[in-house]
DNA sequence: TCGACTGGCACCTTTGAATGGT
DNA sequence: AACCATTCAAAGGTGCCAGTCG
């Protein structure tokens, strides 16, 4: 399976500045958006293709002397979520039948967030990560065989404000929608516009014909991003069938259901971000590998804490090589006893999100999801949880604060619970 | 005091319904 | 009746900026 980043001379242009994506409490696209083109996958086989964030490293950042630079800590993640794209399930001829468009993917900085749009901190960087996993419905993606795409360029800063005004210069000369916002000679189109309103008809005539083309503009050397009007994009029909009828089986958002829970797609068990903490952007940090992660989703039934995770280098230049911190990875599942269920669903009804009251000092960031297929709501009963509690801290290793868990937390890890959680 | 954030604004694109012509 | 092209208004995506907040 290869996975390819659609018009990267474009998201390389702005990586070499370090990229800005603005995040909204109401959401923000992103732009340059994702865009990837797949092939390799089996043409009958369904898979669903989702996209996540992932903090880079630890740091939080400023915007000082033109240059990005540490300004302390991290904050505690938010709730963690991943895009599904609107066509999964879809066979696999389709998805290799042009490109993955991620337009519609929105980035907030609202915890609260109860549109699915991927949560992120302000002044924090954070790599898109794409998951390709085989399967035929959302149930059995908890367990599928996925492999996970990472290009580095696509790497970029959250912001509430662009802050290098060379990447706000970039965003308005490419996006169609900042088009209002570009240099005409001395003078823009809202200066224009303006002087215009005396004799708006002719305005706006004038724009209607010289203003056509809806495309991604593109000046000097940068590539164009195509657009075409003819092609539905699939992204807005926002759900599959398959998540419309979850949700309305459910009573629920489907995003309430399927996203919210704050949960990673994949077991990130032992991702260690602390070793890179630098000036963003490097001005030639750009490292022009692609990694690629390949693994299975523990069985149902696996209650061990390893599993068979694989990863290999890769020969091309598209899949190159596979980070070390992520070659093991922990699979912990925990079966509990009714007296453990009821401390966590006490837990799951007080903490999430917040700090365990019974100890004070030490705050926690709380998830919690079900092991079992069906049980979803109802797992309680099927006495099989997924859990993990880790301190607000971002990153750890930290001792693991928790009375209640398995013994690999000490091993710092967001589990992989995706979709069944809660 | 200052940096981060928010909401409103003007400008623009996109979308889909309505309309008319072939 | 079906298809296509055009028009139009509404919805929504942009960056900017003044004000607010911590």
Redesign the pocket.
């Given at each position: 399976m290869r996975m390819k980043l659609e018009y990267s001379e474009l998201w390389k242009s702005f990586h070499d500045i370090g990229t800005e994506m603005?995040i909204?409490?109401s959401g923000?696209?992103m732009?340059p958006y994702c865009n990837v083109s797949v092939s390799g996958l089996v043409p009958y086989a369904k898979y669903f293709i989702m996209v996540d964030m992932v903090p880079v490293d630890n740091s939080r950042y400023?915007?000082n002397n033109e240059q990005w630079e540490v300004?302390g800590k991290a904050e505690p993640q938010p709730p963690f979520r991943t895009y599904i794209h609107p066509d999964s399930p879809a066979l696999g001829s389709h998805w290799m039948k042009q490109p993955i468009s991620f337009l519609?993917l929105k980035l907030t900085?609202?915890p609260l967030d109860q549109r699915g749009h991927i949560i992120l901190h302000?002044?924090h960087r954070y790599q898109p990560r794409f998951h390709v996993v085989q399967a035929d419905d959302l149930y059995s993606v908890r367990w599928s065989v996925f492999q996970t795409f990472t290009f580095p360029e696509t790497s970029f800063t959250a912001?509430?404000?662009?802050?290098n005004t060379k990447i706000?210069k970039l965003?308005?000369d490419h996006?169609?929608?900042?088009?209002?916002?570009r240099e005409e000679g001395t003078h823009n189109?809202?200066h224009r516009?303006?002087k215009n309103q005396l004799c708006p008809e002719s305005a706006a005539k004038k724009?209607k014909t010289s203003?056509k083309e809806?495309?991604f503009e593109c000046f000097q050397d940068v590539p164009r991003l195509p657009?075409d009007?003819h092609r539905k994009?699939p992204d807005?029909l926002m759900l599959s069938n398959m998540t419309k009828e979850m949700a309305q089986d459910s009573h629920m958002s489907p995003w309430e259901e399927v996203q919210d829970p704050g949960q990673s797609l994949h077991n990130e068990g032992v991702m260690d971000y602390t070793n890179s903490e630098q000036l963003v952007p490097g001005q030639s940090n750009y490292q022009s590998h692609r990694t690629q992660e390949f693994g299975r989703m523990p069985s149902p039934s696996c209650t061990d804490s390893q599993t068979d995770y694989q990863a290999f280098e890769s020969k091309s230049n598209d899949m190159a090589t596979v980070p070390e911190q992520m070659l093991s990875r922990p699979q912990p599942t925990i079966s509990l006893d009714s007296s453990q269920r009821k401390a966590l669903d006490f837990s799951m009804s007080t903490n999430i999100g917040g700090c365990l009251k019974d100890r004070p000092g030490m705050p926690l960031y709380s998830q919690y999801t079900m092991e079992q297929p069906l049980g979803l709501w109802s797992g309680a009963l099927a006495g099989q949880y997924t859990t993990s509690v880790y301190p607000q801290s971002h990153p750890p290793p930290h001792p693991h604060p928790s009375g209640y868990h398995h013994s690999n937390m000490a091993e710092w890890s967001q589990y992989s619970l995706f979709p069944y959680s809660c």
């Open positions: 603005v909204t409490k923000r696209r732009f400023k915007w300004a519609k900085n609202n302000s002044m912001v509430t404000v662009y802050q706000t965003k308005i996006n169609p929608f900042a088009k209002g916002f189109k809202r516009a303006q724009l203003d809806p495309e657009y009007p994009d807005t």
